[in-house]
């Protein structure tokens, strides 16, 4: 099935340093293709892939569950900690929760972590009848391009399959339970204004990790897809900042690799 034009994996292999980036539920590479390209013009080696199930069509995903996303970016981890002395993870949304999962389970292995408007909990009264609602109905309508940024857009589904929201019930829980595993540095940001996940997700995450080193920031011009909106070049500067604060060596190489745009299919599981 072909890639949704935009929602290609991204790669760049740069220097010492590499970044990890975890794309949102039912969204895909798009929405952090900006941010990627920052952190890669800046010496960085940078890994975006596209997750099972995604940017390709709805019904791709109906057959995909967490154990798919998660295993895809804890492949990518392990890929760059081979290449690189010092690894950092960053994620919107459901990718705030798969990177605060692989915080969790790797440890000294992950240098720092960014989390974005990062999931905690699938909200609503509807959530509580997913393990049935499932089997009977499908879909439900989609949750892509929450921006306040006038002409922005994010590339993704607009009907979510309830399979896989489903399977992100059951991660969500299982990471808020392991969220006191987490003890990297960590820079969360998130927005006041988010129509997806809501404050609360944050405020939640921050309570329970065991992380020393934190720092929050609000972005009070953005919706949930802050790195498409009127916030982005903050994030991309904070977090570029918080990665050369911890790993001084990053950004020496800038200009120095190349950039892969790589296209393909998502791979189901």
């Known amino acids: 099935m072909p890639v949704l034009p935009g929602a290609e994996p991204f790669r760049h292999e740069g220097g010492e340093v590499g970044v990890l980036l975890c794309h949102g539920f039912t969204g895909s590479p798009q929405s952090l293709r900006p941010w990627a390209e920052y952190l890669a013009e800046r010496g960085l080696t940078v890994a975006l892939p596209l997750l099972p199930g995604h ?12 154990q798919d996303w998660y295993a895809e970016v804890d492949r990518e981890l392990r890929s760059l900690r081979e290449r690189c002395s010092s690894v950092f993870v960053l994620g919107l949304s459901m990718g705030g929760a798969l990177t605060l ?11 720092g972590i960014v989390v974005v408007n990062p999931a905690n909990k699938v909200h609503g009264l509807s959530a509580h009848a997913l393990p049935v609602l499932r089997h009977l109905v499908p879909t439900t309508k989609g949750l892509t391009s929450d921006i306040a940024k006038e002409g922005s857009f994010e590339v993704g589904y607009d009907k979510v399959p309830l399979h896989a929201a489903h399977s992100l019930r059951n991660f969500l829980r299982l990471v808020d339970g392991e969220l006191p595993q987490v003890t990297q540095p960590m820079l969360l940001l998130h927005s006041p ?4 996940v809501p404050p609360a997700d944050s405020a ?3 309570s329970r990790v065991s992380s020393t080193d934190v720092t929050e920031i609000l972005l009070e011009q953005s919706y949930h897809v802050a790195t498409l909106d009127h916030d982005a070049d ?18 020496k190489e800038a200009g120095a690799g ?12």
């Open 204 to 206: 939640r995450v921050l």
């Open 193 to 196: 204004q988010d129509h997806v």
């Open 101 to 111: 999962r692989l915080a969790a389970k790797h440890g000294d292995a992950i240098s």
């Open 258 to 269: 190349q950039t892969s745009r790589q296209e393909g299919t998502a791979t189901g599981g």
């Open 234 to 251: 903050r994030i991309f500067e904070e977090s570029f900042t918080f990665v050369s604060r911890l790993a001084p060596g990053a950004g």
């Open 55 to 66: 940017g390709t069509r709805w019904e791709d995903m109906q057959a995909t569950g967490w």
